[in-house]
């Protein structure tokens, strides 16, 4: 009997509040977008199915939301990052701050999820909102941007506009390989280790 394998793949979104994140999460998954701000209770998860090369995948993907008005791990439990396939850390290239912080969201995400070789583990960052004003606004520069993503072991790195839908396809792509290159790992440990069956349980999509 052949099934088709299903892969599920965690991806947790991270960064400073108003940077974009569910804006890109909903223009990816349901090719929206809205001016509104409206912040995020809670976690959030989204998923969405896409096919690389022979595989289907299913991105899960989870963003942090808003406690007290700051988005952060510490209340969400160690559920939220736990198991993540790769973590995506967004800024605004219009606010220094947002980038700055950076820093602190790649630290805290190591010290949280605790992968097993955290110098391996995949991270993408997306520079959000190019849009804004045609550019003339922006603080932060490509390649300050690249310099940073080098200096933490060459994490990919995109530029994007959740308001234009630039680039939110080919950024969450990669996101996707990087992850599976990630997942690919935990099946040989899985392999390894025959008494360990991972479970698809995934809601949802229909077994045709
Ligand atoms: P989050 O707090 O990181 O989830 O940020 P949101 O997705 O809620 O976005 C915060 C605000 O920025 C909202 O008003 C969005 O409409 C706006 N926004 C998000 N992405 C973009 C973008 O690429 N360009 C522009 N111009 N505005 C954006
Ligand atoms: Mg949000």
Redesign the pocket.
């Known amino acids: 009997m052949s099934m088709r394998r299903r892969t599920l793949l965690k991806v947790i979104v991270l960064?400073?509040?108003?940077?974009?994140?569910?804006?890109?999460m909903?223009q990816y998954v349901h090719k929206k977008?809205?001016?509104?701000?409206?912040?995020?209770i809670g976690a959030d998860f989204v998923t969405k199915e896409l096919q690389i090369d022979d595989r289907l995948v299913t991105l899960q993907v989870g963003?942090l939301v808003?406690f007290n008005g700051q988005?952060r791990f510490q209340s969400l439990g160690v559920a939220f990052y736990r198991g993540a396939d790769c973590c995506v850390l967004?800024y605004d290239v219009n606010v220094m701050k947002s980038f700055d912080s950076l820093e602190n969201w790649h630290e805290e995400f190591l010290k949280q999820a605790n992968p097993s070789d955290p110098r391996m583990f995949p991270f993408t960052v997306l520079g959000?909102?190019?849009?804004?004003d045609g550019g003339n606004s922006r603080v932060v520069s490509e390649k300050k941007a690249k310099d940073w993503c080098t200096s933490k072991g060459n994490i990919p790195y995109f530029e994007?506009?959740?308001?234009?839908d630039y680039n939110v396809d080919a950024a969450f792509l990669c996101i996707a390989k990087t992850a599976l290159s990630n997942e690919y790992d935990q099946d040989i440990y899985f392999q390894a280790m025959p008494e360990t069956v991972p479970d698809n349980e995934q809601s949802g999509g229909c077994a045709c």
Do not use: P, R
Request: aromatic letters at 10%; zero cysteines; hydrophobic letters at 25%.
């Open positions: 960064g400073d509040s108003g940077v974009g994140k569910t804006s890109l909903n977008f809205s001016q509104q701000y409206k912040a995020t963003f808003q988005e967004v959000n909102k190019i849009d804004i994007t506009s959740a308001k234009e």
